[in-house]
T-cell receptor
Framework: ELKVEQNPLFLSMQEGKNYTIYCNYS?????LYWYRQDPGKSLESLFV?????AVKQEGRLMASLDTKARLSTLHITAAVHDLSATYFC?????????????FGQGTRLTINP | NAGVTQTPKFQVLKTGQSMTLQCAQD?????MSWYRQDPGMGLRLIHY???????DQGEVPNGYNVSRSTTEDFPLRLLSAAPSQTSVYFC?????????????FGPGTRLTVT
Protein backbone atom coordinates (compact mmCIF):
# COMPACT_ATOMS: atom_id res chain seq x y z
CA GLU A 1 0.00 0.00 0.00
CA LEU A 2 1.37 3.38 -0.98
CA LYS A 3 1.71 5.89 1.84
CA VAL A 4 2.62 9.51 1.29
CA GLU A 5 3.76 11.63 4.20
CA GLN A 6 4.43 15.34 4.28
CA ASN A 7 6.56 17.16 6.78
CA PRO A 8 5.84 19.52 8.38
CA LEU A 9 2.03 19.57 8.48
CA PHE A 10 1.95 23.18 9.72
CA LEU A 11 4.51 25.84 9.01
CA SER A 12 4.49 29.46 10.08
CA MET A 13 7.28 31.59 8.75
CA GLN A 14 8.26 35.17 8.20
CA GLU A 15 8.40 36.94 4.90
CA GLY A 16 11.83 36.84 3.35
CA LYS A 17 12.84 33.50 4.87
CA ASN A 18 13.58 30.23 3.09
CA TYR A 19 12.07 26.90 3.94
CA THR A 20 11.51 23.39 2.59
CA ILE A 21 8.52 21.06 2.67
CA TYR A 22 9.28 17.36 2.43
CA CYS A 23 7.23 14.61 0.83
CA ASN A 24 8.17 11.00 1.48
CA TYR A 25 6.46 8.02 -0.13
CA SER A 26 6.66 4.31 0.49
CA UNK A 27 6.43 2.63 -2.94
CA UNK A 28 8.42 3.03 -6.11
CA UNK A 29 7.02 5.69 -8.39
CA UNK A 30 8.58 8.00 -10.94
CA UNK A 31 5.77 10.52 -10.97
CA LEU A 32 4.97 13.11 -8.36
CA TYR A 33 2.81 16.21 -8.37
CA TRP A 34 2.60 19.30 -6.20
CA TYR A 35 -0.66 21.17 -5.76
CA ARG A 36 -1.64 24.37 -4.00
CA GLN A 37 -4.98 24.93 -2.28
CA ASP A 38 -6.23 28.27 -0.97
CA PRO A 39 -8.87 28.21 1.81
CA GLY A 40 -12.26 27.18 0.48
CA LYS A 41 -10.89 26.72 -3.03
CA SER A 42 -9.97 23.90 -5.34
CA LEU A 43 -6.53 22.49 -6.05
CA GLU A 44 -4.20 24.20 -8.47
CA SER A 45 -1.40 22.27 -10.13
CA LEU A 46 2.08 23.63 -9.38
CA PHE A 47 4.58 21.08 -10.61
CA VAL A 48 4.68 17.77 -12.41
CA UNK A 49 7.86 15.75 -11.74
CA UNK A 50 8.23 12.78 -14.04
CA UNK A 51 11.71 11.37 -13.51
CA UNK A 52 14.51 10.92 -11.01
CA UNK A 53 16.42 14.13 -10.53
CA ALA A 54 13.67 16.28 -12.01
CA VAL A 55 13.75 19.87 -10.84
CA LYS A 56 11.13 22.47 -11.66
CA GLN A 57 11.00 26.13 -10.66
CA GLU A 58 8.27 28.73 -10.78
CA GLY A 59 8.94 32.07 -9.16
CA ARG A 60 9.89 31.53 -5.50
CA LEU A 61 8.99 27.84 -5.54
CA MET A 62 11.26 25.00 -6.61
CA ALA A 63 10.38 21.30 -6.55
CA SER A 64 12.67 18.32 -6.91
CA LEU A 65 12.31 14.56 -7.03
CA ASP A 66 14.67 11.82 -5.84
CA THR A 67 13.02 8.53 -6.74
CA LYS A 68 15.78 6.44 -5.15
CA ALA A 69 15.20 8.11 -1.79
CA ARG A 70 11.44 8.26 -2.48
CA LEU A 71 11.55 11.92 -1.56
CA SER A 72 10.36 15.15 -3.08
CA THR A 73 11.00 18.61 -1.75
CA LEU A 74 9.23 21.92 -2.28
CA HIS A 75 11.58 24.79 -1.51
CA ILE A 76 10.35 28.29 -0.85
CA THR A 77 12.79 31.12 -1.38
CA ALA A 78 12.33 34.56 0.21
CA ALA A 79 8.72 33.83 1.14
CA VAL A 80 6.00 36.39 0.52
CA HIS A 81 2.52 36.56 2.04
CA ASP A 82 0.85 35.51 -1.22
CA LEU A 83 2.38 32.06 -0.86
CA SER A 84 0.26 31.34 2.21
CA ALA A 85 -1.79 28.25 1.32
CA THR A 86 -1.95 24.50 1.85
CA TYR A 87 0.46 22.50 -0.30
CA PHE A 88 -0.13 18.88 -1.24
CA CYS A 89 2.14 16.38 -2.85
CA UNK A 90 0.61 13.43 -4.68
CA UNK A 91 2.29 10.28 -5.93
CA UNK A 92 1.08 8.51 -9.02
CA UNK A 93 0.46 4.80 -9.25
CA UNK A 94 -0.12 3.77 -12.86
CA UNK A 95 -2.09 0.52 -12.83
CA UNK A 96 -3.23 -0.95 -16.16
CA UNK A 97 -3.22 2.47 -17.75
CA UNK A 98 -5.23 4.02 -14.93
CA UNK A 99 -3.71 6.86 -12.99
CA UNK A 100 -4.32 6.71 -9.25
CA UNK A 101 -3.09 9.62 -7.21
CA UNK A 102 -2.30 9.15 -3.52
CA PHE A 103 -2.07 12.44 -1.66
CA GLY A 104 -0.07 13.50 1.33
CA GLN A 105 -1.87 15.10 4.28
CA GLY A 106 -1.01 18.60 3.16
CA THR A 107 1.23 21.30 4.64
CA ARG A 108 -0.54 24.43 5.80
CA LEU A 109 1.85 27.30 5.21
CA THR A 110 1.31 30.68 6.85
CA ILE A 111 3.65 33.53 5.95
CA ASN A 112 3.63 36.46 8.31
CA PRO A 113 4.72 39.99 7.42
CA ASN B 1 -13.38 26.16 -21.92
CA ALA B 2 -15.25 25.90 -18.64
CA GLY B 3 -12.82 23.17 -17.47
CA VAL B 4 -14.23 20.91 -14.76
CA THR B 5 -17.58 21.97 -13.31
CA GLN B 6 -19.38 20.57 -10.29
CA THR B 7 -22.89 21.04 -8.94
CA PRO B 8 -24.11 21.75 -6.39
CA LYS B 9 -21.54 23.84 -4.51
CA PHE B 10 -23.16 23.15 -1.15
CA GLN B 11 -25.61 20.49 0.01
CA VAL B 12 -27.14 19.45 3.32
CA LEU B 13 -28.67 15.99 3.57
CA LYS B 14 -30.38 14.05 6.29
CA THR B 15 -29.11 10.60 7.18
CA GLY B 16 -30.54 8.03 4.80
CA GLN B 17 -31.25 10.43 1.93
CA SER B 18 -29.72 9.84 -1.47
CA MET B 19 -28.36 12.34 -3.96
CA THR B 20 -26.16 12.72 -7.00
CA LEU B 21 -23.17 15.04 -7.25
CA GLN B 22 -22.67 16.18 -10.81
CA CYS B 23 -19.33 16.56 -12.58
CA ALA B 24 -18.70 17.60 -16.16
CA GLN B 25 -15.62 18.49 -18.20
CA ASP B 26 -15.30 20.01 -21.65
CA UNK B 27 -11.64 19.17 -22.34
CA UNK B 28 -12.31 15.75 -23.91
CA UNK B 29 -10.37 14.07 -21.12
CA UNK B 30 -10.62 10.32 -20.93
CA UNK B 31 -9.74 10.00 -17.26
CA MET B 32 -12.07 11.29 -14.54
CA SER B 33 -12.07 10.72 -10.82
CA TRP B 34 -13.77 11.60 -7.57
CA TYR B 35 -11.96 12.47 -4.35
CA ARG B 36 -13.11 13.38 -0.90
CA GLN B 37 -11.17 15.78 1.29
CA ASP B 38 -11.30 15.53 5.06
CA PRO B 39 -9.28 17.64 7.51
CA GLY B 40 -5.76 16.31 8.06
CA MET B 41 -6.16 13.48 5.56
CA GLY B 42 -5.44 15.03 2.21
CA LEU B 43 -7.58 13.81 -0.67
CA ARG B 44 -8.68 10.20 -1.01
CA LEU B 45 -9.76 8.57 -4.24
CA ILE B 46 -13.35 7.28 -4.25
CA HIS B 47 -13.93 6.07 -7.84
CA TYR B 48 -12.33 6.69 -11.18
CA UNK B 49 -13.01 6.11 -14.86
CA UNK B 50 -10.59 5.68 -17.75
CA UNK B 51 -13.26 6.25 -20.38
CA UNK B 52 -16.97 6.06 -21.14
CA UNK B 53 -18.43 2.82 -19.84
CA UNK B 54 -15.40 1.97 -17.68
CA UNK B 55 -15.25 2.67 -13.95
CA ASP B 56 -13.33 1.25 -11.02
CA GLN B 57 -13.02 1.66 -7.29
CA GLY B 58 -10.49 3.80 -5.53
CA GLU B 59 -9.38 3.86 -1.92
CA VAL B 60 -12.73 4.64 -0.23
CA PRO B 61 -15.60 3.46 -2.49
CA ASN B 62 -18.10 2.22 0.09
CA GLY B 63 -21.41 4.07 0.04
CA TYR B 64 -20.82 5.60 -3.39
CA ASN B 65 -21.74 4.59 -6.94
CA VAL B 66 -20.57 6.00 -10.25
CA SER B 67 -21.33 5.55 -13.92
CA ARG B 68 -19.81 7.03 -17.06
CA SER B 69 -22.16 7.04 -20.02
CA THR B 70 -20.43 9.92 -21.82
CA THR B 71 -16.89 11.27 -21.97
CA GLU B 72 -18.04 14.57 -20.48
CA ASP B 73 -20.01 13.50 -17.40
CA PHE B 74 -19.09 11.51 -14.32
CA PRO B 75 -21.78 11.69 -11.60
CA LEU B 76 -21.25 10.42 -8.07
CA ARG B 77 -24.22 8.91 -6.27
CA LEU B 78 -24.62 8.65 -2.53
CA LEU B 79 -26.99 5.78 -1.96
CA SER B 80 -27.95 6.36 1.67
CA ALA B 81 -26.13 9.30 3.19
CA ALA B 82 -24.35 8.90 6.52
CA PRO B 83 -22.71 11.53 8.76
CA SER B 84 -19.33 9.94 7.92
CA GLN B 85 -19.83 11.16 4.36
CA THR B 86 -19.72 14.79 5.46
CA SER B 87 -16.80 16.07 3.44
CA VAL B 88 -15.72 18.19 0.52
CA TYR B 89 -15.90 16.32 -2.77
CA PHE B 90 -13.69 17.10 -5.74
CA CYS B 91 -14.00 15.82 -9.26
CA UNK B 92 -10.89 15.78 -11.47
CA UNK B 93 -10.02 14.94 -15.04
CA UNK B 94 -6.93 14.39 -17.15
CA UNK B 95 -5.72 12.85 -20.37
CA UNK B 96 -5.26 9.14 -20.02
CA UNK B 97 -2.92 6.53 -21.37
CA UNK B 98 0.75 5.98 -20.70
CA UNK B 99 1.63 9.64 -21.06
CA UNK B 100 1.02 11.03 -17.62
CA UNK B 101 -0.69 14.35 -17.32
CA UNK B 102 -1.66 16.53 -14.41
CA UNK B 103 -5.21 16.33 -13.16
CA UNK B 104 -7.51 19.33 -13.33
CA PHE B 105 -9.81 19.74 -10.36
CA GLY B 106 -13.33 21.12 -10.17
CA PRO B 107 -14.37 23.73 -7.59
CA GLY B 108 -15.71 21.16 -5.13
CA THR B 109 -19.01 20.30 -3.43
CA ARG B 110 -19.27 20.79 0.31
CA LEU B 111 -21.63 18.13 1.69
CA THR B 112 -23.01 18.01 5.21
CA VAL B 113 -24.99 15.00 6.42
CA THR B 114 -26.98 15.51 9.62
Amino acid sequence: ELKVEQNPLFLSMQEGKNYTIYCNYSTTSDRLYWYRQDPGKSLESLFVLLSNGAVKQEGRLMASLDTKARLSTLHITAAVHDLSATYFCAVDLLIQGAQKLVFGQGTRLTINP
Amino acid sequence: NAGVTQTPKFQVLKTGQSMTLQCAQDMNHEYMSWYRQDPGMGLRLIHYSVGAGITDQGEVPNGYNVSRSTTEDFPLRLLSAAPSQTSVYFCASSYSGLAIHEQYFGPGTRLTVT
